[in-house]
Each structure stands twice: as structure tokens, then as C-alpha cells.
């Protein structure tokens, strides 16, 4: 229940596509939905973030959609670049003390 | 502003042998987390301070694994004696505070592999 499970593993992309990640969660209690991006070599880094109260929330490029009765939340990157090619986590975490719990991350790679 | 520094960057060694790393989080951060990296994983937290306390280390193996954070700023995990499946990424990752929606920096981590 304490799981985050993230789709697909990998995604290729053309330059100018736009990438669809998923991820669904059990736990209700999870109140805070934020996705980072991690280069090779790099740790991760936060890229956006949302609470189950929006159902959307944009910056950028960079969307994130919330379904709260399905438990479902997904990223959308438009205009995908070549440089937008890392991995992507997302992630949850419980209404105390700031633990993440992270998906298993998807790969992603913009052709260009 | 200077990041989460980490050091080593990698490290090798054999196993049963004993191993350290070091964390220097942000400047003024009080929250401090070292993350588990398996490849192909996203990270798992081992253990988080709050200041010099560690306020959460239920998933750090203690039999082999210590940790601590000496007056509140730089912290030192450790593993003795290591094993092979503690080949992973280490990461480090600081916090203003330990609120759940205040961001957490990490460092570039430490890529151990023990032979």
C-alpha cells in the first residue's frame, strides 16, 4: 500500500512530441505528488509537484494531471527536446515528515 | 549556492570490508536524508535527521549500517562489514525543513560497488 508504481519503464520520443508518464498509488493518505528528473551521474532534481486538491498543474513545458478517484497521476512534457532526455521519477509522500516514496522511474529519450 | 556536496564519488571495495560516506547539505538546511539508489530503482530512504536527531531510521538495516550527524550539519553513513548486494548509489538530499512538501536538494550521491 505503500507503493507508487510508474509507467512505462522506458519512452522514446520524437523532438517535438509530447512524453505521457503514469503513475497510480494506493494510499489515500498520500496528500503530496512531486515528479523529479535525474541526468546520469546527477542526483534527482524536483521538476513540479501537486496536491490532490488541483487536478492539473502546469509549468512550462511541464504538466502534471491528477485523477484523485482513480488514484492516478501522470506527466505530460510538450514540445519534447533532446535535452529533456533523462530518467523520471514520480513520487508520493505521507501527510508527515516529508518520507518520498519514489516509482521505479521511466527512461526517457527525444530523438532528434 | 552551493548543493549537497557528497564524497567520495565512487568507491570500490571488497566485501566484509567497512566503508564510509560523507554529506555537507545546504547551508541552513536542518532536514538531512540519505536515500538507497538501486539501478534501475528510485531511491529509498534509509534515514532522516531533523537537526542531530534522527527522526526516522526504520529502514536502515542496523545491523550493518550506522549513521550520524554530528552538530546538526555534515553527516557520515556507514556500512561494516559490506556485502554485495550494498552495491548501489547513496544519496544524500537536505531540506529546510521536514515538512512534506518542502523540497528536497540531493547530492550527486556515492556509487559504491563491492567485489
Known amino acids: 500500500q505503500q507503493q507508487v508504481k510508474q509507467s512505462p519503464q522506458s519512452l522514446i520520443v520524437q523532438k517535438g512530441g509530447i512524453s505521457i508518464i503514469n503513475c497510480a498509488y494506493e494510499?489515500?493518505?498520500?496528500?503530496?505528488f512531486p515528479w523529479y528528473q535525474q541526468f546520469p551521474g546527477k542526483g534527482p532534481a524536483l521538476l513540479i509537484a501537486i496536491r490532490p486538491d488541483v487536478s492539473e498543474k502546469k509549468e512550462g513545458r511541464f504538466t502534471i494531471s491528477f485523477n484523485k478517484s482513480a488514484k492516478q497521476f501522470s506527466l505530460h512534457i510538450m514540445d519534447s527536446q533532446p535535452g529533456d532526455s533523462a530518467t523520471y521519477f514520480c513520487?508520493?509522500?505521507?501527510?508527515?515528515?516529508?518520507?518520498?516514496?519514489f516509482g521505479q522511474g521511466t527512461e526517457l529519450s527525444v530523438k532528434p | 549556492e552551493a548543493g549537497v556536496v557528497q564524497s567520495p564519488r565512487y568507491k570500490i571495495i571488497e566485501k566484509k570490508q567497512p566503508v564510509a560516506f560523507w554529506c555537507n547539505p545546504i547551508s541552513g538546511h536542518n532536514t538531512l536524508y540519505w536515500y538507497l539508489q538501486n539501478l534501475g530503482q528510485g531511491p529509498e530512504l534509509l534515514i532522516r535527521?531533523?537537526?542531530?536527531?534522527?527522526?526516522?531510521d526504520s529502514q536502515l538495516p542496523k545491523d550493518r549500517f550506522s549513521a550520524e550527524r554530528l552538530k546538526g550539519v555534515d553527516s557520515t553513513l556507514k556500512i561494516q562489514p559490506a556485502e554485495l548486494g550494498d552495491s548501489a548509489v547513496y544519496l544524500c538530499?537536505?531540506?529546510?525543513?521536514?515538512?512534506?512538501?518542502?523540497?528536497?536538494?540531493f547530492g550527486p550521491g556515492t556509487r559504491l560497488l563491492v567485489l
Open positions: 538530499a537536505s531540506s529546510l525543513a521536514g515538512t512534506y512538501q518542502e523540497t528536497q536538494y
Open positions: 513520487a508520493a509522500t505521507l501527510n508527515q515528515g516529508g518520507k518520498l516514496i
Open positions: 535527521y531533523e537537526n542531530e536527531e534522527a527522526v526516522d
Open positions: 494510499n489515500t493518505a498520500f496528500d503530496y
